[in-house]
């Protein structure tokens, strides 16, 4: 398989995640230890396995941050134990490429414009925009916990938690909380945790690396659900592949001579076509690429420890009666772009590589090693928990349940846009400027490097704001400086011709018509847009 053909496939169709990609080899099974084995703390397990509850199914969410679609091609964990014997979804996209704004579509199940979170910190986003409005009282956690299940939320929650005045704070609706208040979170050492209320810290050894802490508190979670025979919702907010991306001590050596992907948008030649932002892109340094690929090497070395993961809760499920009766859903709040276009690394554009992230379920009658290619998005996470909970889901929702998808049932109509954004494209320029862009109080869940306050209609990140279509042809976006992009997707997979200076009149028409009701819809009404044939 060329290189084209094996990118296309980890994008478009990700149950294909054993094509490696050119440049790094995935590593065997045995290359990545098991959990248990280095990490000398791990929970025990029960001493029998209790009966196997036939109550309401348990929820284990996996939430990557930044992962790339292409990069489960080396997790061979994920692809044995889930993908081989679930389902994958191949075109499933995000609302806003970029940390709170998705995470707080996944708690809200609302487009960004519903939310009103738009970036990561304060005024159009951040922890403190969510809390302000309001929306944490009503979230995917308060539902099933009011539907009787026991909820726990381990790792990130969204950028900026906690505010100084308040570290200990635990938002409505979780039972259970484990996430960072102090320290590196991201540098998964020298961090402390708010552990329902109380501050633990966790230092530089080998067993407190983030991603394993976490992973063990899943565990005895587990392990005292089942001996009270609760259902349980699980939100694991892993922080890989996420800058810095360390990794794992036993994972360190790994990947030594892997190279970020060169899709024939590395590095593009001739962006002539492409927005202003774009356009004043010079070409990558050889000394930039090299430092993406050794980011690149870092990624995937900060992966393999949730790819261990997998496998330890898999079996803790197992041996606990659980997993029979358990979904298990991996994916990212966004994806990552190396190089692309003349990118650096980062988000927050609409291209493929930032918008189009993995989904993979097993669960209760999923079937085993199917790929479903129905538009679905991070919007249709919150009711598709609620549907499987037996929760209440509240008409403020835009997404919808994907539990009839793996039915044998044919779908009367399905969504056939999915929106796109990037910062506020309904604010209104500010009075002043702002010199700078403020940091999350506590300096755990700092912002990404690439901020998102509303500057005369931009970003900080020289991205303008934007908003946008997915369909399963065509990207369309509108750029609030008036520019515009189309691709053609089947034929131009890896969006190296902006058609929008030539496309036909009527399509651009209908585009642009179904956008504008879009980005206003709200509730039903964005699920009765969505729907409509594009004609």
């Known amino acids: 398989m060329n290189y084209r053909t094996g990118l296309v496939s980890a994008f478009l169709f990700l149950a294909a995640c054993t094509t490696p990609i050119p440049t790094a080899s995935p590593p065997p099974t045995s290359a990545a230890p098991t959990l248990a084995a280095p990490v000398p703390n791990t929970a025990p397990t029960l001493a029998a396995s209790p009966t196997p509850s036939r109550a309401k199914p348990n929820i284990v969410f996996i939430l990557t941050d930044d992962l790339d679609a292409a990069e489960i091609a080396f997790m061979p964990k994920l692809k044995t134990l889930l993908t081989d014997q679930g389902v994958s979804f191949s075109n499933f996209f995000v609302n806003v490429s970029l940390c709170c704004p998705s995470r707080a579509t996944i708690l809200r199940g609302q487009y960004a414009h519903n939310t009103g979170v738009y970036g990561n910190t304060p005024p159009d986003g951040g922890f403190e925009k969510f809390v302000s409005s309001g929306d944490e009282k009503s979230t995917v956690a308060t539902w099933l916990q009011s539907a009787g299940y026991k909820t726990m939320l381990a790792g990130k929650y969204l950028n900026g938690y906690p505010v100084r005045s308040n570290q200990t704070y635990i938002p409505p609706g979780w039972d259970e909380w484990y996430s960072a208040a102090k320290g590196d979170a991201y540098?998964?050492?020298?961090?402390?945790?708010?552990?329902?209320?109380?501050?633990?810290?966790?230092?530089?050894?080998?067993?407190?690396?983030?991603?394993?802490?976490?992973?063990?508190?899943?565990?005895?979670?587990?392990?005292?659900?089942?001996?009270?025979?609760?259902?349980?919702?699980?939100?694991?907010?892993?922080?890989?592949?996420?800058?810095?991306?360390?990794?794992?001590?036993?994972?360190?050596?790994?990947?030594a001579d892997a190279k970020a992907p060169r899709p024939p948008s590395y590095n593009e030649a001739d962006v002539s076509?492409?927005?202003?932002?774009?356009?004043?892109?010079?070409?990558?340094?050889?000394?930039?690429?090299?430092?993406?690929?050794?980011?690149?090497?870092?990624?995937?070395?900060?992966?393999?420890?949730?790819?261990?993961?997998?496998?330890?809760?898999?079996?803790?499920?197992?041996?606990?009666?659980?997993?029979?009766?358990?979904?298990?859903?991996?994916?990212?709040?966004?994806?990552?772009?190396?190089?692309?276009?003349?990118?650096?690394?980062g988000k927050q554009t609409a291209y493929e590589e930032d918008i189009h992230v993995p989904l993979i379920m097993r669960g209760p009658n999923i079937p085993a090693g199917k790929t479903l290619d129905a538009i679905a998005g991070n919007v249709d996470f919150a009711p598709t928990f609620a549907e499987i909970g037996g929760a209440k889901i509240p008409d403020f929702v835009d997404g919808r349940s994907l539990v009839s998808l793996w039915g044998n049932q044919p779908l009367a109509d399905w969504r056939q846009v999915y929106l796109l954004m990037h910062g506020n494209p309904n604010a209104q320029p500010p009075r002043a400027a702002p010199r700078g862009t403020p940091t999350a109080p506590s300096g755990v869940n700092e912002p990404d490097d690439a901020q998102t306050a509303q500057v005369q209609g931009k970003t900080a990140t020289g991205i303008p704001a934007f908003a946008g279509l997915r369909t399963h042809e065509y990207t369309y976006v509108e750029y609030t400086t008036g520019e515009k992009e189309l691709y053609d997707l089947k034929a131009d997979p890896y969006e190296l011709q902006n058609l929008a200076a030539k496309a036909d009149a009527n399509l651009l028409k209908i585009l642009a018509a179904r956008l504008a009701e879009l980005r206003k819809c709200a509730g039903e009404k964005c699920r009765v847009i969505e729907n409509q044939i594009l004609k």
């Open 187 to 255: 540098g998964e050492f020298n961090y402390t945790l708010n552990e329902n209320g109380k501050f633990v810290q966790y230092g530089n050894k080998a067993e407190d690396y983030g991603t394993d802490v976490y992973t063990r508190k899943a565990v005895d979670f587990i392990q005292r659900a089942a001996r009270e025979n609760k259902p349980f919702f699980i939100y694991l907010g892993y922080y890989a592949p996420h800058s810095p991306a360390t990794s794992a001590p036993r994972h360190e050596k790994m990947f």
């Open 273 to 345: 076509d492409k927005p202003n932002y774009i356009k004043g892109l010079a070409t990558l340094s050889a000394r930039e690429q090299t430092r993406l690929d050794e980011d690149y090497r870092n990624r995937l070395r900060s992966l393999q420890a949730v790819d261990d993961a997998i496998e330890t809760l898999v079996n803790a499920l197992k041996q606990n009666g659980q997993l029979e009766n358990t979904f298990i859903v991996f994916t990212s709040d966004n994806g990552y772009h190396m190089g692309q276009h003349r990118l650096q690394q």
